[in-house]
């Protein structure tokens, strides 16, 4: 089983739609989670952290659920610039930085 | 702030070839990471480096591979001998408390 499994897509929605991707990752000792997303032929970014209690960034809402060891990433009213690969990122290793990567979730918003 | 800094961004080289990538990470931060991204295996963790000593690199894939942080500011990940399945884009990154990494623009390298 991977570490970190993602839908690779791509999401076609229309703007103003809502979106969710999941994830799900093996090691159940992670202790730290995120969601970064990436652009065509650049870096990564951080877009937000996703803490036990589901936090929220405007129209962004990232969840954990422990129990099921997947993490969710809500987008309201999609805009054009939201086309971006996002990518779910966990805390495996032993030392805090060592982040695990999923392949990231392709989303395609339309006019 | 400048942010995290790499170069080249682009190198096309022959197979053999001696490759050197560098990096500068952000001012202060005291983690620096090294990543490789291809289309068949993601971003894969090569190695991490804390207050310039390396921590971690079982994800350097083989001896060919090195890596070296002489100071706070500078970075290097040398390929020798290069070969076609090195080609791959090369980022950097760091970070200082979590959460997160920030990540530089990172190096595309081909191997011919």
């Known amino acids: 089983r991977k570490e970190v499994e993602q839908d690779p897509g791509p999401f076609n929605v229309p703007e103003g739609a809502t979106v969710a991707f999941n994830c799900t990752y093996s090691n159940s000792a992670s202790q730290s989670f995120f969601w970064y997303r990436q652009d065509c032929r650049k870096e990564p970014k951080l877009l937000m952290s996703v803490y036990s209690s589901g936090n929220e960034d405007g129209r962004f809402t990232a969840q954990l659920n422990r129990a099921s060891q997947y993490i969710s990433l809500l987008i309201r009213d999609s805009k054009l610039s939201d086309s971006a690969t996002y990518l779910c990122?966990?805390?495996?290793?032993?030392?805090?930085?060592?982040?695990?990567f999923g392949k990231g979730t392709m989303l395609l918003v339309s006019p | 702030d400048a942010g995290v800094i790499q170069s080249p961004r682009h190198e096309v080289t022959e197979m053999g070839q001696e490759v050197t990538l560098r990096c500068k990470p952000i001012s202060g931060h005291d983690y620096l990471f090294w990543y490789r991204q291809t289309m068949m295996r993601g971003l894969e963790l090569l190695i991490y480096?804390?207050?310039?000593?390396?921590?971690?690199d079982s994800g350097m894939p083989e001896d060919r591979f090195s890596a070296k942080m002489p100071n706070a500011s500078f970075s290097t990940l040398k390929i020798q001998p290069s070969e076609p399945r090195d080609s791959a884009v090369y980022f950097c990154?760091?970070?200082?408390?979590?959460?997160?990494?920030?990540f530089g623009p990172g190096t595309r390298l081909t191997v011919l």
């Open positions: 990122v966990v805390n495996i290793g032993s030392g805090y930085s060592t982040l695990t």
């Open positions: 480096f804390n207050n310039n000593v390396p921590i971690d």
């Open positions: 990154a760091s970070e200082s408390q979590p959460p997160g990494q920030f």
